[in-house]
């Protein structure tokens, strides 16, 4: 990397990571004002909520009003400190680390899988145009984009139990010599179905033959030169980059589908225990993590489209 | 500001030729499908809303619970309580048609005020738009659903108007980069030194002339979507309830027995859902490819 | 190679016996020790301390892991478990307990095992009594007095006043004195609700990534080591896969099988179902606050309306029993000369018309412009199969006597308040758990109309007021019985619910556990003489 490029980056990251603590203000703000609306006062402790199931009464007046509560959780999210879950008592930070990897492993294999299938289809019909294979590929990538994800999980276990006599639990204590393939079965799933294959693919594919396009290329391709090195970084890396971190609010929301299919210790599967507890902290706690993942995805696009074009940064 | 979109535009005024000549034979391949889709789903709204259907679809039969396909009159068998599938895959679409027209109409109408105002008028609207869109783009989709659903009720127009919501960002900047591209090549300009007024502009030459297609692509996209994530949310607990049927609740339904080795009754469903959202896929790719051909002339 | 570790095995065992003698005494049974037992669960465990957990999950391990002062052998038997034996004086007032002298508590890592003493109840009582705890159990030990310890290993309960059953009662689970943090009262934040210690044949090892609980047997249980050397309690998120991991072989035991795939587990023979009632029954329940259903003609009319026979055939494989009344049938107080009212549209038909109701155009019954058109409101869990298929025929079968159904699914927490709080409903569909007193006063009684109590569809009659008193005054079992009798006669006359049915559950497990007898409620209690035969350890 050029010396030169440096110092754009650093005002580029100070100054998205600013940005990035705004919007985590909004989303918490955002997320406890909803919390605050919903019905079964959130406030109040959840444990006194679940034990109305035998005595009704006991829910408690929710201490203070809402803003001071939000107050309070913010002061105690500046000390690193967010709070325990109402429902097992943990601390929520650690919880949500414990579970982020997880999930962070899941989005991140999963979208692995997205760009292994979609970038050879994808380079294929752009350098190709669009030949009989080209299309052929084109519409699987519509028809998997298409399909209900949890059915298609549903689908490959039952092919593993009956075909390969395997049972796909990861995460167990009694891991095998094919634990492999357990961690492999939701990545691949979660990578296929989470909608986004058809998409990805359609977009890289014109973002390269507009740049193919340009006139550049065109020089480049008179004169000899490689196409693809030329136009690798305009038409490969940015549309890449953009459209991970485009795509990682989706790939979460997927998560959540095919953790509890695959049964994975994820963060999905916990924001939807903690949604139906009201476990307030829990559900900030998992927010927040999941908005700081979705910013670092776009903070990676903004520091390659320095990188490739340090002109931007000036934008 | 560059960000993803769905499409990439070329852009200009284009309103003036037919582009069914432009598009090439693919493309009527992928437009001829998506509108057969279309049809279908209109017919089947309307077939439902007259109550023209083989069976009544809520009509249970415990006798014949998970019959397979083609038993006593029941074309594609019944479900776990007896009920005709065929008839509830037709009525289905009901769940979906004015809820999803909801989630696209708010994802249009916002998303156009919003690129208007930043892309138009830009300095601190835009700021202020940039910073919205950002937000909305930082929550997880189905997360927030799924508490917005938690904490108030399991209803399909809930669940649109978030979809609807957070689709703004991205019709927004769609919107926003068009009138900058425009604003680029001295368009508005000229048009102001035409004296057209503001609300000409906007309204006749930005939006009508050179939005339309962006907008009608994102209806397509955003129906799909919306099919999808009533999908989820069913297997979640949280999506259409019954006794109203939705493909969505029908797959979860049926996929209860897959396992067994049912595999029918999520099937059926789950094939609906492959083929519309395909078909609507398809139409957005289609009539995209389309406009954008107009460069190769 | 595989004789060498069992020899050490052996000899480590022994070992453990010469060191403590009093508390570790080897089996009289000659089953096999050794194996792990990997059995499903539906969810994940919130808390595993007795007290402030109110899941079935934590319950089946809070069982695993803690004693009470008495236990409940397989005949619904008391027998002593902490407390070696008791006395009772002045008229059931006064219990002494005389406490076993040889338990210890789990040790933890790098700690001696401490005895328990007389003090660990005392403590453990103070703790559920203490206002700042919350804990399901409060309600349940109102009825004490007084604790105090005459000594090391003696101590009294005074009564309030005598109640029948008391004894019954003595099972909580005891926590030890130096387990929680905070001595003064317990919540969840405390490090004990995660990683507690009882005296129970199982100790707590380990919370895995996924949650997994796994439990590992206690050398020294006072009644001797149990014979399974692991327990693990597996969580998982999807009933349908988790039935497919008993199948695979993935886990061993299921402890609540979907009725769904009873047919399947049954027909093979690797495994074995094995029948236990669900100490619960569901119902639709009546919201007297609207005029049309205050009739007692009319509630009747929707219980003769609907066939629960076939639904039971039908969605359940005939697994339950049909009930009159809100007593366990089979237990002392449920009355079988009350018969549950019989299908009978035409009868339901005719009772709408003697209380003034007639089709109108659309065939929806209707009495002075009051259409009987109802909203049913139904808690929404995810595995809701069962639950929509009752409702779901429900709807139907009123729908031919001319009664118009509206289901409304609600997530559970705003459920609760359109039910418990606003009163917001017509009819609703839940469940309830038997009490084991069979004390139904929270629900029947007129005094429990109100926010947040049970008596949500404002049930109101003098002579069932008067019953319930009555019952709960008296401490002659023979009379209790008989008031019962009557309570239950006049309730299902009355109508408050249209009472449903108690299912049976099954438990599913691999063929090699042997020996396997449950609980009903509490599932593992006797878990500690469960086995696995050596050749099927793997």
Redesign the interface.
Known sequence: MKLSAVRPITTLVTRELGIAALLLLGVSFVVFVILYL???SPFA?I?????????????ASAPATWYSQYFIWLKNLLKGNLG???????PVLQEVV?VGI?TMYLTIGSLLVTLLIAVPIAVFSARRGMTPTGWLMTVFTYVVSALPVFWLG?IF?YIS?HRF?L?P?A????AGPWNWFYFMLPVLVLGISNGTVSEVVRYLREEMKRVFDEEYIVTARAKGASVWKHSFKEGFLIPITEIIAAKIPFILGGAVVV?????W?GMG?MAW?AA?D?DYPLIMGITLVAAILVRMGSLLQRVVLIIVNPRASRE | MRRFSQYAFEIGDVSHVSFWKKAGPMDRVYIGYGLLVVLLVIISYVLGATGTLPYDPQE?D?EL?MAPPNTSGHLLGTD??GRDMLSRLIISIQAYFLPGMLAIGIAIVFGTCFGVLAGYWGGALDIATTYISNLLNSFPRLVLILLM??????DIYYIMIIVGVTNIPVVASLIHSKIQFLKQKNFIEAATSLGLNNVAIIFKHILWHNCRSVLIIQATLGMAEAILMETSLSY???GV???TPSWGNMVQ?G??????GKFWPSTAPALAILFTIMGFHLLGDGLNNMLERKGDR | MKSLPSVVMIVLIMFCLAVIPAGAEQREDQFPDGGAL?YGEYG?P??LDPI?S?DMISLRITELIFNGLVGIDEKQEIIPELAERWEMEEDGKKYIFFLRQDVTWHPREGEDAMPFTADDVIFTYNIMMHPQT???LK?RYEFIESVTKTDDYTVTFILKRPILNALAKFSFKVIPQHGPQNTEFL????PF??SPIGTGPYLLKNI?????V?LVANDNYFKGRPHIEKY?A?????Q??M???LM???IDMIVLVNH??IP?IQGDKRFVMQPYNALSYSFFGFNQRNPLLADKRVRKAFSYAINRQ??LD?FFNSQGTIISGPFAPGSWAYNLDVQPLPYDPEKAEELLTEAGFARNGDGIMEKGGRKLSLTLKVP??????AV??V???F??YLQKIGVEIE????????W??DI?LHHDFDLMYASWVFDDSADISSLFHSAEIG????NFGAFSNPDVDGLIVEAKLTLDHEKRRTINRKLHETIADENPYTFLWTLTNYAGYNKKLRKVAIHPYKFFSFADEWYIPKSEQR
């Open positions: 919903s019905p079964g402790s444990v006194a909520r679940i034990e109305m199931a035998a005595e009704p009464g006991a829910a325990n879950s109402l429902r097992t008592g943990l414990r997880n549903y276990i139990i006599g049972f639990l995460f167990g204590s009694n953790e509890q299919v695959f049964n210790p599967r225990q139906q009201r | 249970i415990l619970i776990f309580m659903v938690a904490a108030f009720k399991p979640l607990g949280f309830q019954e006794p339904a996929s209860n027995y897959f396992m067994q | 990997n994940r919130a808390t402030t109110n919350i804990t399901p309600v919540n969840r934040e405390d609700v995660q895995t990534a996924d949650r997994e796994i693990i597996r969580p998982f998120a999807d349908n896969i039935g497919q991991a695979f072989n993935a769904r795939d399947q076939e639904m039908s929404i869990a995810k595995e809701s199969e929509k298929r409702v779901l025929a709807k139907n289901p409304e699914f609600q997530e559970w927490m705003s609760k308040e418990f926010a947040w109590k049970n």
